[in-house]
């Protein structure tokens, strides 16, 4: 993947995690991820419309995965697309809580543990 697509995913998401919202500014440990949304070992690809900025935990939670399992309905459930879908449609703050509300959403928050004690504390924390 070369700078300028680098580059380009950090700008179209300002500098923050498509995940958890959470800006390059305030993530502690490390530079927000430049992110495969279909892992290569899934057939993704380096294609802008295929990456997305992820902070650590995200990542790192997201992995490999495609799917989890809805909390609410026991369904195998594809996890959230930033480039396909609208954050706003699937997740929702309460306070500092994400909150999902649909199945992706729920699928998400729950794979993801965008609601962890750590991502809890850095919220909380104002980071």
Request: charged share 25%.
């Given at each position: 993947?070369?700078?300028?697509?680098?580059?380009?995913?950090r700008r179209r998401a300002g500098d923050r995690c498509e995940?958890?919202?959470?800006?390059?500014?305030?993530?502690?440990?490390?530079?927000?991820?430049?992110?495969?949304?279909?892992?290569?070992?899934?057939?993704?690809?380096?294609?802008?419309?295929?990456?997305?900025?992820?902070?650590?935990?995200?990542?790192?939670?997201?992995?490999?995965?495609?799917?989890?399992i809805d909390p609410l309905t026991?369904?195998?459930?594809?996890?959230?697309?930033?480039?396909?879908?609208?954050?706003?449609?699937?997740?929702?703050?309460?306070?500092?809580?994400?909150?999902?509300?649909?199945?992706?959403?729920?699928?998400?928050?729950?794979?993801?543990?965008?609601?962890?004690?750590?991502?809890?504390?850095?919220?909380?924390?104002?980071?």
């Amino acid at each position: 993947m070369n700078r300028a697509t680098r580059d380009l995913v950090r700008r179209r998401a300002g500098d923050r995690c498509e995940y958890c919202q959470l800006h390059q500014d305030d993530s502690p440990l490390a530079a927000l991820h430049v992110e495969h949304i279909r892992p290569r070992k899934h057939g993704g690809t380096d294609d802008d419309g295929n990456l997305c900025l992820a902070c650590i935990d995200c990542n790192l939670h997201k992995g490999s995965n495609l799917t989890g399992i809805d909390p609410l309905t026991d369904a195998v459930t594809s996890l959230f697309h930033p480039r396909e879908q609208v954050w706003e449609e699937h997740f929702k703050w309460e306070g500092i809580h994400i909150i999902g509300i649909s199945n992706v959403g729920r699928t998400t928050v729950g794979v993801l543990a965008m609601n962890n004690e750590e991502q809890l504390e850095l919220r909380m924390s104002g980071h």
